[in-house]
């Protein structure tokens, strides 16, 4: 089939989802037989020990193997390298996300460059998850200036050409969605949510609250810092320059000693975290420059 015939790529990362694989690649086909031959669904299987592979082969999909078990945003990367469409739609393989949505997604591409299925308090998820998304969505809304409605969502639909412009950036582990839609709003492109139920996953979750939680919070404050330095460095500033100046102002007026060298030390470095903050600034903003300019020669 030609590449140009492709208007439509599905990505599926999967990891061990041989007792569901079959049954999502089948509601995919269902609600999106439309498009016919115009479809393509890519599972990428994470270096499964069960049969997922062969389940989705057998249900119609192409699947792409990783050699080893690299990470659920990596398996997203290589599907996003091979698709051939000009939209691509990711979903998670584990039956969270309902195919009947796709189409809701589809719609608004074009208008916009990524539409997201923000999930709504009704979904079937734990107490801590919607707590820690909570969260996370205020930290991003701060830092991209933009209302964030789920920074975490695994569902979405993006261009093609968009995607593939950030793929360098999007880590190998699962904050992938985290990443792609920072990026998308720090490069001035348009973003969009629509609200969606998701089902409970269907086997055992990958990840660990504790130990992966902790490293997601130093994912979000690190991909904070490369998208808007700034908005991170400037609070870190004040809040040290404030608490130099009040400190060495009590111990003035109130204990009647000298400001002393650990207010004028607490001072100095809120200048220097503010100077390192608006030199990250203009880096930040010359890297989104320069892969526009070579975007542009593609």
């Not at 599972?43 to 049969?51: F, K």
């Not at 360098?168 to 492109?189: H, Q, V």
């Not at 609200?195 to 979000?220: E, N």
């Not at 890297?287 to 020669?297: M, Q």
Request: some cysteine; hydrophobic content about 45%.
């Amino acid at each position: 089939m030609n590449s140009q015939d492709i208007q439509i790529s599905i990505i599926l990362p999967a990891y061990n989802e041989s007792n569901i694989i079959g049954g999502v690649i089948h509601n995919i086909q269902k609600v999106l037989q439309d498009y016919g031959n115009r479809l393509e669904i890519l599972v990428v299987d994470d270096c499964s020990t069960d049969d997922t592979a062969i389940l989705a082969e057998r249900a119609g999909a192409q699947v792409l193997k990783h050699p080893y078990n690299i990470g659920n945003g990596a398996a997203v990367k290589t599907g996003i390298r091979h698709a051939r469409g000009s939209t691509i739609v990711m979903l998670d393989a584990d039956g969270q996300h309902a195919p009947e949505d796709i189409p809701r997604l589809l719609e608004q591409i074009g208008v916009f460059d990524m539409v997201v299925g923000a999930r709504v308090r009704s979904s079937e998820s734990a107490w801590h998850r919607d707590l820690a998304n909570w969260f996370y969505n205020k930290l991003a809304s701060y830092v991209s200036g933009y209302n964030i409605k789920d920074l975490t969502s695994g569902f979405r639909a993006i261009k093609t050409d968009v995607a593939r412009n950030f793929v360098y950036l999007l880590p190998n582990r699962f904050s992938y969605p985290t990443t792609i839609t920072l990026a998308t709003i720090r490069s001035g492109r348009s973003l969009s949510y629509i609200p969606i139920h998701a089902k409970k996953r269907i086997g055992k979750s990958k990840i660990r609250i504790l130990r992966d939680g902790v490293k997601f919070l130093l994912i979000i404050i690190k991909i904070a810092t490369f998208f808007s330095p700034l908005k991170i460095f400037l609070p870190v500033s004040a809040l040290m320059f404030l608490t130099g100046f009040f400190y060495g102002f009590y111990k003035v007026i109130f204990l009647n000693t000298r400001y002393g060298p650990t207010s004028a030390m607490l001072m100095t470095i809120s200048v220097v975290i503010f100077m390192v903050g608006l030199v990250s600034e203009q880096v930040a903003q010359l890297r989104f420059d320069r892969s526009e300019i070579f975007t542009d020669r593609e």
